[in-house]
Structure formats: structure tokens, C-alpha cells
């Protein structure tokens, strides 16, 4: 996802302060500036509150993740191994 950052000088921050935090919350990225330099740059308070679905679920709807897609295929059971042949195989290979 592309994310669009937009600059705002600090007149303008003042006037429209109640659009610009809901832009914030909405998960746009904005930077204040003073005399054309960037000086702050508002972000969301983290909602804890929010249970972890409730937080994946914000952040698929804001475009940061995408949604779970489920397999169409089983993934096959791990081969069976004598007892400490894992081992002895991941020794060998670090050996290399």
C-alpha cells in the first residue's frame, strides 16, 4: 500500500484542527510545518482497549494488512524422524 503524506503549516493546522485529527485517525499520515520545515507529526493513540482481532480487523479495513486467505490445500504432516536426526541433520548443515 501506498501511503500518501501530506505537510501542513501550522496556520492551517489551527484552523481546520478537528478534520486533520480524524484524517489522523482514519490512518492518513499528516506533518505539521513551520515555515515550510517539518516540526511534529500527529499519531493515533493505541487503542489497547481493542481486542487483537478488533486491531487486525482496523488495520486490514486501513490497508496495512491484507485478509487471511485460507488454504485451498492441506499442507502435508512433517516427515517422521528417528529421534535426534533433526538434530544431527541442522548440526551437519551449520557445519556446512
Request: avoid cysteine; proline fraction near 8%; glycine fraction near 6%.
Amino acid at each position: 500500500m501506498f501511503m500518501v503524506q501530506t505537510s501542513v503549516g501550522m496556520r492551517e493546522a489551527n484552523a481546520h484542527l478537528g478534520r486533520l485529527i480524524r484524517e489522523v485517525k482514519e490512518g492518513k499520515v499528516i506533518v505539521l510545518t513551520e515555515r515550510g520545515r517539518p516540526v511534529a507529526q500527529p499519531a493515533p493513540v493505541s487503542r489497547k482497549d481493542l481486542s487483537l482481532e478488533e486491531r487486525i480487523a482496523r488495520l486490514e479495513q486501513l490497508g496495512y494488512l491484507e485478509p487471511k486467505k485460507e488454504f485451498s490445500h492441506k499442507i502435508p504432516p512433517p516427515l517422521p524422524l528417528a529421534a535426534d536426526k533433526a538434530r544431527q541433520y541442522l548440526e551437519e548443515d551449520r557445519r556446512g
